[in-house]
């Protein structure tokens, strides 16, 4: 699989893996999962390496997309959208695809000291710093990201 998501038309999750992919959607890591679920942190693992396996992407960012794009997840409550410069949201769209910043520099013309404090600046907005999954949710709950603007 690379980096970058391409959702297969359709696919289906099972509770257990939507119930695993709502906790990562909440910001939520591995070992903080796996205690809220009392499982090990490698039946975790398991869940969302196969949900990303059927989704067809190797991240959860991607994952946490592509559930709310097919409507598996709800989507989140409606928050109040903040401002996001057009920098911002074409690195949102990235981050949607499933890219890390490493795989999002040769897409963008600045230089990579400039695409990092972009992304930096995108989570901080999203109040997601560090939680690149989370951002994706707040993202559909501000209306930044929806299925009409899939980026797939």
């Known amino acids: 699989m690379s980096g970058r998501a391409k959702p297969r038309e359709h696919f289906h999750l099972t509770d257990r893996e939507l119930e695993t992919v709502a906790l990562a959607a909440e910001g939520l890591k591995v070992?903080?999962?796996?205690?809220?679920?009392?499982l090990s942190d490698g039946a975790v693992q398991s869940r969302l390496k196969f949900a990303r396996a059927k989704c067809g992407s190797a991240?959860?960012?991607?994952?946490?997309h592509s559930a709310y794009t097919s409507k598996q997840l709800p989507a989140p409550d409606a928050e109040p959208p903040v401002e996001l410069?057009?920098?911002q949201l074409r690195v949102l769209r990235h981050l949607a695809d499933g890219?890390?910043?490493?795989?999002?520099?040769?897409?963008?013309t600045w230089?990579?000291?400039?695409?990092r404090n972009?992304?930096?600046?995108l989570l901080a907005a999203l109040d997601a710093t560090d939680r690149p999954a989370f951002?994706?949710?707040r993202a559909w709950a501000m209306g930044h990201l929806g299925h009409d603007q899939q980026t797939t």
């Open 99 to 108: 890219l890390t910043v490493v795989e999002m520099r040769p897409l963008v």
């Open 31 to 38: 070992n903080a999962i796996a205690r809220r679920l009392k």
């Open 135 to 137: 951002a994706i949710k």
């Open 59 to 64: 991240r959860t960012t991607a994952l946490v």
């Open 85 to 87: 410069s057009e920098e």
């Open 111 to 115: 230089s990579e000291w400039r695409l």
């Open 118 to 121: 972009v992304y930096g600046d």
